[in-house]
């Protein structure tokens, strides 16, 4: 596996070509939606871009990025949470995180499997609590 700012050089070469002519890393940096100094930075190796940089990039590049950097890729699920999340109501927002972190400590607090009809069971408890239910 190359090193990142390798990978990175592989990158914009492959998108240089898409583009039919020479490209400025300017323009790579624009295509990306980074900032022209990151990117001249991550281009040398003297840097590596943080959790916000590599979401975009992987927007354009692929999530291969990930694997490049030896992060893990980020969850489909949690990121439409994530998207979501705002659009919703304070008051859910507040109650769906806390049964969300209520469930993950009883989950942990106990060892279970999260996929175990028991975990199952107390997340549909715990929800309710919180006024959350779940169609039958």
């Known amino acids: 596996m190359p090193e990142f700012h390798q990978w990175l050089e592989q990158k914009f070469r492959q998108w240089e070509k898409e583009q039919g002519k020479a490209q400025s890393y300017y323009a790579f940096a624009r295509f990306l939606g980074v900032s022209q100094s990151d990117l001249a930075l991550w281009m040398t190796g003297d840097s590596l871009p943080g959790a916000d940089d590599l979401a975009l990039m992987a927007e354009k590049l692929g999530n291969e990025i990930y694997t490049v950097m030896d992060k893990p890729r ?63």
Request: a positive charge; hydrophobic letters at 40%.
């Open 74 to 136: 980020p969850d489909p699920f949690l990121q439409k949470m994530v998207d979501a999340f705002p659009a919703l109501p304070v008051g859910l927002r507040e109650r769906l995180a806390s049964a969300a972190w209520d469930t993950r400590q009883y989950i942990q607090s106990r060892g279970l499997d999260p996929e175990s009809v028991e975990a199952k069971k107390a997340l549909v408890e715990i929800f309710q609590r919180y006024g959350i239910r779940f169609g039958s």
